[in-house]
């Protein structure tokens, strides 16, 4: 899953160790989520949606062939 994050995050000048804090994991998993080796738990997309003033779809989106299809 990819995700805006990273862009999120630097456009209020917080490292992954503020964010972490902010959110209460470690900042290996900030990092892991940036670079979209871990997607988080429902629960945490949530919380980071509700610091950034954003719904969850505005910040985690699909890879293209991820993308759900009509059947």
Not at 8 to 17: G, I, K, T
Not at 51 to 58: G, R
Request: aromatic residues 8%; contains cysteine; glycine residues 2%.
């Amino acid at each position: 899953m990819k995700n805006r994050l990273k862009v999120l995050r630097a456009e209020r000048d917080w490292s992954q160790a503020d964010l972490a804090e902010k959110l209460d994991v470690s900042r290996q998993t900030i990092n892991a989520i940036e670079t979209g080796k871990y997607d988080p738990s429902l629960p945490l997309a949530f919380k980071i949606a509700r610091l950034f003033h954003c719904s969850i779809e505005e910040i985690f989106f699909p890879e293209k062939d991820e993308s759900i299809h009509e059947q």
